[in-house]
């Protein structure tokens, strides 16, 4: 589930231009991290407690533990380079395009994997993560469990996890805030709008005003504020699954007596499974990543389709069926009948009998654009009133 869910990610990122924004350059990186999760730490993981000893030589088994680390420290970076890019994107708008480039971007996310390569393969490859105790051996077989140090343990896990967690929470803390402040404000904007509409409707008077000029109620702040609860929900899950983890590896580091191995494996593979969770927030939570999952999914020989598309689509959906449409050829030629009907011919007087005495004009009235467009607007209303309200509606 785990490699299936990233891999449509990184797969859906890749091929839908649509996706391709600097946003979601993290969150393909948390996909990639995620994937190593399942494919390098998963795997042998499982054959190593279903198996009960690790058939794979001491050193694949320091390469692993150093790629469990890296791939779980990269997992909450990435996370909070993603709370903090949502947090500029939707607290200074104006300012995110000088602020976050795609290069800036590209480097965070270098930045991220270097400090998780740092944290896992530089200590690990010199033995610094070894306790004082050898690895256990069950029936003449060696194992290799996911012991470390005191002193690692409490720096690796503080880095890894406990630091970037406070960062994140404090991110999150400030966006809600700042979301409740945002809901204030467009009450207070829309509610004197709105009233005034209705009174404006009331009186008979000119259009209301447009809702949408207020900048702050835009659907680009709309889809930044869901951007932020995905992402919410997304690290939410990931506390869920991983903060007993890092609080029994530091016991355990102090007390390796204190804490049952069942449960240390238990609570490893709910950490595991947070690698599993992510894509399926995604399908839930961001209609875009819903259908680009759909049509990666729902693809038959006839290529990919970018979500630029989207809008033809819903056109297509809201359209009318053909026995509630009416002919637009006929319109027209009823339109061109009306207006051939009080325009007078090319070449001939501009003007209309306004008195007739025994069949002849006592009185001619000047032609005028305005009372053209009058009649027309007249004669229109006159054959729309002809038709059903589904026609109408239609029209």
Same mark, same amino acid.
């Given at each position: 589930?785990?490699?299936?869910?990233?891999?449509?990610?990184?797969?859906?990122?890749?091929?839908?231009?649509?996706?391709?924004?600097?946003?979601?350059?993290?969150?393909?990186?948390?996909?990639?991290?995620?994937?190593?999760?399942?494919?390098?730490?998963?795997?042998?993981?499982?054959?190593?407690?279903?198996?009960?000893?690790?058939?794979?030589?001491?050193?694949?088994?320091?390469?692993?533990?150093?790629?469990?680390?890296?791939?779980?420290?990269?997992?909450?970076?990435?996370?909070?380079?993603?709370?903090?890019?949502?947090?500029?994107?939707?607290?200074?708008?104006?300012?995110?395009?000088?602020?976050?480039?795609?290069?800036?971007?590209? @480097?965070?996310?270098?930045?991220?994997?270097?400090? !998780? /390569?740092?944290?896992?393969? %530089? *200590?690990?490859? #010199?033995?610094? &993560?070894?306790?004082?105790?050898?690895?256990?051996?069950?029936?003449?077989?060696?194992?290799?469990?996911?012991?470390?140090?005191?002193?690692?343990?409490?720096?690796?896990?503080?880095?890894?996890?406990?630091?970037?967690?406070?960062?994140?929470?404090?991110?999150?803390?400030?966006?809600?805030?700042?979301?409740?402040?945002?809901?204030?404000?467009?009450?207070?904007?829309?509610?004197?709008? @709105?009233?005034?509409?209705?009174?404006?409707?009331? !009186? /008979?008077?000119?259009?209301? %005003? *447009?809702?949408? #000029?207020?900048? &702050?109620?835009?659907?680009?702040?709309?889809?930044?504020?869901?951007?932020?609860?995905?992402?919410?929900?997304?690290?939410?899950?990931?506390?869920?699954?991983?903060?007993?983890?890092?609080?029994?590896?530091?016991?355990?580091?102090?007390?390796?007596?204190?804490?049952?191995?069942?449960?240390?494996?238990?609570?490893?593979?709910?950490?595991?499974?947070?690698?599993?969770?992510?894509?399926?927030?995604?399908?839930?939570?961001?209609?875009?990543?819903?259908?680009?999952?759909?049509?990666?999914?729902?693809?038959?020989?006839?290529?990919?389709?970018?979500?630029?598309?989207?809008?033809?689509?819903?056109?297509?959906?809201?359209?009318?069926?053909?026995?509630?449409?009416?002919?637009?050829?006929?319109?027209?030629?009823?339109?061109?009948?009306?207006?051939?009907?009080?325009?007078?011919?090319?070449?001939?007087?501009?003007?209309?009998?306004?008195?007739?005495?025994?069949?002849?004009?006592?009185?001619?009235?000047?032609?005028?654009?305005?009372?053209?467009?009058?009649?027309?607007?007249?004669?229109?209303?006159?054959?729309?009133?002809?038709?059903?309200?589904?026609?109408?509606?239609?029209?």
């Amino acid at each position: 589930m785990s490699i299936a869910g990233n891999v449509l990610v990184c797969v859906a990122i890749y091929t839908d231009r649509g996706l391709r924004s600097i946003g979601n350059l993290f969150l393909a990186s948390l996909a990639i991290a995620d994937l190593f999760v399942a494919a390098l730490v998963m795997s042998f993981a499982a054959f190593n407690d279903l198996l009960g000893y690790w058939m794979f030589g001491p050193q694949l088994c320091d390469t692993w533990i150093a790629f469990d680390v890296m791939c779980s420290t990269a997992s909450i970076l990435n996370l909070c380079a993603i709370s903090l890019d949502r947090y500029i994107h939707i607290k200074d708008p104006l300012r995110y395009g000088r602020w976050v480039t795609r290069r800036i971007a590209m @480097a965070s996310i270098g930045c991220v994997w270097v400090m !998780a /390569g740092l944290i896992s393969f %530089l *200590p690990i490859s #010199l033995g610094l &993560h070894r306790p004082d105790e050898p690895q256990p051996v069950v029936d003449g077989k060696p194992t290799c469990a996911v012991e470390f140090a005191p002193t690692y343990a409490v720096v690796s896990s503080c880095i890894s996890f406990y630091v970037p967690c406070v960062v994140m929470l404090g991110i999150y803390c400030r966006l809600y805030c700042y979301a409740q402040k945002h809901v204030k404000n467009i009450r207070a904007v829309t509610r004197p709008l @709105a009233a005034q509409a209705a009174s404006n409707k009331v !009186a /008979g008077g000119g259009p209301a %005003l *447009p809702l949408h #000029l207020h900048a &702050h109620s835009s659907p680009y702040h709309v889809s930044d504020h869901k951007a932020a609860i995905t992402v919410g929900v997304i690290m939410g899950v990931f506390l869920v699954c991983w903060v007993p983890f890092f609080v029994i590896n530091i016991v355990a580091a102090y007390c390796k007596d204190c804490i049952p191995s069942s449960a240390f494996k238990v609570l490893t593979w709910l950490g595991y499974s947070n690698s599993a969770f992510n894509p399926v927030i995604y399908s839930i939570f961001n209609k875009e990543f819903r259908y680009a999952f759909r049509r990666i999914l729902t693809a038959r020989c006839g290529g990919y389709e970018s979500v630029s598309t989207r809008a033809g689509a819903y056109l297509d959906r809201k359209r009318p069926t053909p026995s509630k449409m009416v002919s637009s050829a006929s319109i027209q030629s009823n339109n061109k009948a009306s207006f051939a009907a009080v325009t007078p011919p090319r070449g001939s007087a501009v003007g209309l009998c306004a008195n007739k005495h025994n069949g002849s004009c006592t009185h001619l009235r000047d032609y005028t654009p305005r009372s053209s467009l009058s009649s027309i607007r007249q004669m229109r209303v006159n054959s729309a009133e002809k038709l059903d309200g589904e026609e109408v509606s239609a029209i």
